[in-house]
C-alpha cells in the first residue's frame, strides 16, 4: 500500500496529465457516441417503415392491376365497399362499428 502511495505521489503531474487526456477524449466520444446510438435507432425506424412503404405498394400495384383487368366482380365490390353504391332497388344498411 506504502509503494503505491508513493508512486503516485512520484507520478502526480503524469497522473494528472493521464486523468485530463482521458476526460478530454470522453468529452469528445461522448457526443459522437450518443449520435451514433441517435443514428442507429433512427436507421431502425426508417427501416421499418421502409418495409411498410414496400408493402403498401406491392397492395396498391395489386389493386392497379385488377382495375386494369376491368374485372366485373371486382369492380362491383370496390363500388360497394369504398363508394357505398348500390343497384337500383336495393336498400344499403350501415351499421357503426363501435
Not at 443514428?39 to 397492395?59: F, M, P, V
Amino acid at each position: 500500500m506504502k509503494d503505491l502511495k508513493t508512486l503516485i505521489v512520484r507520478n502526480r503531474k503524469l497522473l494528472t496529465i493521464a486523468a485530463l487526456a482521458v476526460v478530454a477524449v470522453c468529452l469528445f466520444l461522448g457526443d459522437t457516441f450518443i449520435s451514433l446510438i441517435h443514428n442507429k435507432i433512427e436507421l431502425k425506424n426508417l427501416s421499418r417503415q421502409t418495409i411498410q412503404l414496400d408493402q403498401q405498394y406491392e397492395q396498391l400495384q395489386k389493386k392497379l392491376s385488377l382495375l386494369k383487368k376491368q374485372d366485373p366482380v371486382y369492380l362491383e365490390r370496390v363500388a360497394r365497399v369504398e363508394y357505398h353504391m348500390s343497384k337500383p332497388g336495393e336498400t344499403e344498411f350501415r351499421f357503426k362499428a363501435d
